[in-house]
């Protein structure tokens, strides 16, 4: 998986991906993430990527040219996909992560200030995603999200201990709590069903705690559940 990452802050990028799980990825050749700077393609002395909105208002709305030519810039391979990250895009979950992944290069528009001149987006047609409800200074930290999320979902990236296969949203409930040594702590007991060793016991356990934990704290998903398990 290619990750090219049209950004004003490469820095941000490239340093966030140095760690961990993503680290031992690059490091790996199971992803590899390109940073293309859209100020390198401007035409003017001063290198400006943005400007006052036609009509008025308040903020700077970033350039299309330098945009455009940045994109022009990248090698595409047949499996490509464009993503534009921003607050009015579809939202993000774990149903548009198992789509991304299936492609072998995903390019992503991340903007800043109050957003793309919309001739950016008549141009390069990019599908739109945000993270969620609320406005961020830059596109830097949806793009992550991005990198990250789709990252352990190809074969390589997630060690046999880290599958994904057990995880949250494969199934549309939250997981249950987990526990490890000591037994006691501060006067707080593991669960006595977890010491036993009989594993159907603790299954049976785990998935009422996950049916309680989800009623409780999302009751949207719950529901999604309970009417899918209705057939
Ligand atoms: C406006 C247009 C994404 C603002 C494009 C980006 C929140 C999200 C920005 C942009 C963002 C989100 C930058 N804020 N909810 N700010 O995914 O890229």
Do not use: W
């Not at 992803?31 to 293309?36: E, S």
């Not at 036993?196 to 719950?222: M, S, V, W």
């Amino acid at each position: 998986m290619i990750f090219d990452v049209m950004t004003l802050f490469p820095e941000m990028i490239e340093n966030a991906c140095n760690f961990s799980i993503l680290k031992r990825a690059l490091e790996n050749n199971i992803i590899k993430v390109n940073t293309i700077n859209p100020r390198d393609f401007t035409l003017d002395k001063h290198k400006k990527v943005d400007d006052t909105p036609y009509g008025g208002g308040a903020g700077m709305v970033l350039m299309p040219q330098p945009y455009v030519d940045a994109y022009d810039s990248i090698d595409k391979c047949e499996n490509s996909v464009t993503i534009m990250l921003s607050p009015q895009g579809e939202p993000f979950c774990d149903k548009t992560v198992n789509e991304l992944a299936a492609f072998n290069q995903i390019i992503m528009l991340c903007g800043h200030y109050e957003g793309f001149d919309e001739r950016i987006r008549e141009v390069i047609k990019p599908r739109e995603i945000s993270i969620g409800d609320f406005v961020l200074t830059g596109g830097e930290l949806p793009a992550l999200c991005v990198i990250d999320a789709v990252s352990r979902k190809i074969e390589g990236t997630l060690g046999k201990i880290e599958s994904a296969d057990e995880d949250s949203f494969a199934d549309g409930l939250l997981e249950y709590p987990q526990y490890t040594k000591p037994r006691e702590f501060r006067g707080l007991h593991v669960p006595e069903v977890l010491l036993n060793g009989n594993h159907k016991e603790i299954a049976e356990f785990r998935q009422r705690c996950r049916l309680e934990r989800t009623r409780q704290r999302r009751p949207d998903l719950y529901e999604i559940y309970i009417n899918k398990s209705k057939g």
